[in-house]
């Protein structure tokens, strides 16, 4: 299972749609003539002059130029972000005090343990779980592969009761979430179809 970037882009999205609406209704005042109150400048039917001897000096193209690369910075950034990615806590730290010892734990040694768990589990042909959070509140995801013959609510009740729990003891702390999706092969050429439980 892989993360994506939806909260990034509503925010990214939100922020861009507040930028133009903000721009939209500055040129909208601009040409009702609300704003010649404030500034005769920003009259409808006002001279440009001012505006084109500003565009026209020497270090106008150098601040197009920053800006432009400061967009195609954001811009770059944000496809990377669209990229779906595997999501692994840090290692966990066991103790709560480093005086009486340090003992960390990777996350991905965790989450193969779960899976190879799962994989004992009737019907199930292949797990994959991710680890996430910290160690006072872990996340478990959980992708199985099922039998299209396999019993589904034992296969959930199976990673709610014993996979879940023992990664729980394991961890010393009570898991704050579990997704689990469960994916149906029902030959293996064909299509697998899968189920989300959360």
Do not use: C
């Not at 909260?7 to 861009?16: E, K, M, P, Y």
């Not at 996350?107 to 199930?124: H, Q």
Request: no cysteine; glycine share 8%.
């Amino acid at each position: 299972m892989r993360r994506t970037a939806a909260a990034a882009n509503r925010t990214g999205l939100i922020i861009l749609g507040l930028i133009a609406l903000i721009i939209g209704l500055a040129v909208l005042a601009i040409g009702f003539g609300l704003t010649a109150p404030v500034d005769p400048a920003l009259e409808a039917g006002a001279d440009l002059g001012p505006v084109a001897s500003v565009l026209a000096l020497p270090y106008s193209a150098l601040i197009a130029v920053v800006v432009a690369l400061i967009l195609a910075i954001i811009g770059l950034r944000w496809l990377s972000v669209q990229v779906p990615r595997k999501d692994f806590a840090k290692p966990f730290r066991m103790q709560a005090d480093a005086r009486t010892g340090l003992t960390t734990v990777n996350a991905e040694v965790i989450a193969e343990a779960v899976a190879a768990d799962l994989e004992s589990t009737d019907g199930v042909s292949d797990a994959t779980v991710i680890l996430r959070g910290t160690a006072r509140s872990p996340e478990l995801l959980i992708h199985v592969d099922a039998d299209e013959r396999a019993d589904i609510d034992a296969i959930i009740a199976e990673v709610a009761e014993r996979a879940a729990g023992n990664a729980a003891m394991a961890l010393g702390a009570p898991l704050s979430a579990v997704a689990l999706e469960i994916g149906i092969a029902r030959t293996r050429s064909r299509r697998q179809r899968s189920v989300s439980v959360q």
